[in-house]
């Protein structure tokens, strides 16, 4: 077969190719975290508030977004990583750190109120808000953003322990998806991150 | 009772693509069917059984609650590309689809079709291409980068399970195609044996690498919260298993397949 050996030749430098085009896709701008523009999709959602009235995304217009699901009962990564937030947001300029609005989406709806949400998001800083939803609202943006949440078996006192994501993702003011960061990120790191966040 | 099997078929993120390609070939499997019946050649009942189990098993692993599972937890994952990629993709091939789906069109030929598919079909269907794609296409998904991408991104979660399936169905078409590769002039039985051993090394290697790797080689199920609490070692180990053991025992049952028909037409020729 003599033309066995170039063809084979060609068409595997063609799947090559392909895939090294799909696999380099260059980001332009450079995070600490995950450059996820163009992979996730933009900010919507549909919630209720600490007052307990609907929130959309169409209300963050002009904010910096980073956007984080837990629940206030949670005794390790929500405290943590709110904790290490409301630091990072605290070593940003004044201008900056207003400019962002952190959301912290509780997926707990069972438990958490709005009030006691308020309450908890008030504990960490000005720029934190808490949302919830009914199941299906939280349904929608937890599919949206490719997390899943569950929950334990309650013990005898009726506590039970709640899984969810650890991500926080990040949204520049239109609303156009750009950031992912890790919770156990470095705070001046997260801080750097940010900062880019708010610039774009 | 009925509600939890509702549940549990219910698709977890519903995708026209899979319900409306699912119901193509089906269709167009069943009038190629009838149509070689009506000319007294129909495919026996265990191919059409094959045939349908095959597309039966890929569409639940893609648009089930196991879909769900697949996305928030490796080993699940590994478990619906071994479906896709190795036994529903063997099952498809083995009932050897494609005359029935040409006998489909009937007395209506498309010449552009069949120009386009001709060229096509010779370099994917080549013996080293389709090996190669075969090992790649594993290779690609799993590189943890790639992978962290493919999970967060519906579209490109779609175009790996998809290329997966393809992928898959046609290297099994080169390994099983049960006409004579010498009046067919398809791969020689040989040849196959090679395909075979080609495929199963590497993914041998990848299976045991990702097994006694450190945990945390894929980390975009800790980032997006798993389905359910499992230590993210063992969630590892599983997958690492689910990508070395099984795809190895899908390689021997092939190669069977293989020694059968060489040892068919070695007694026809006497």
Known sequence: MPTFLPRTMKSLLLIACVMLISACQQASVTFHGKNITGIMPDLAFSLTGEDGQPVTAKA???KTVLLFFGYTHCPDYCPTTLMALSQALKALPEKT?????????SVDPKRDTPALLKQYTAYFSDQVMGLTGSHEQLDAITKRYRTAYG???PDADGNYSVSHGLAIYGFDSQGRVHLMMRNDERVARMAEDIATLSRL | MWQSVQGALTPYIFSPLTVLSCLFFVALYGLGAWRLWQAGRGPSPWRIASFLLGVLLCYAVMHTQFDYYARFMFFMHRLQHLVLHHLGAFLIALANPIPVFMAAFGRWRLPGLAMAWRPLRRILFDPVVATVLF???IFFWLWPAVHFDAMLSLPRYELMNASMLVDGVIFWLVI????DPQKAGTSGFGVRFMMLLGALFPQILLGAYITFSP???YDVYSVCGRAWPIDPATDQVLGGVFTWIPPAMMTVLGALVVLRLYLHYDNQRG
Not at chain 1, 97 to 105: E, I, W
Not at chain 2, 176 to 179: H, S, V
């Open chain 2, 176 to 179: 099983l195609d049960p006409r």
């Open chain 1, 97 to 105: 750190r207003r400019q962002v609005q952190v959301l912290f989406v």
């Open chain 1, 151 to 153: 929950y334990g078996e």
């Open chain 2, 135 to 137: 090992v790649g296409l």
């Open chain 1, 60 to 62: 963050m217009t002009g």
């Open chain 2, 215 to 217: 945990p945390g080689l």
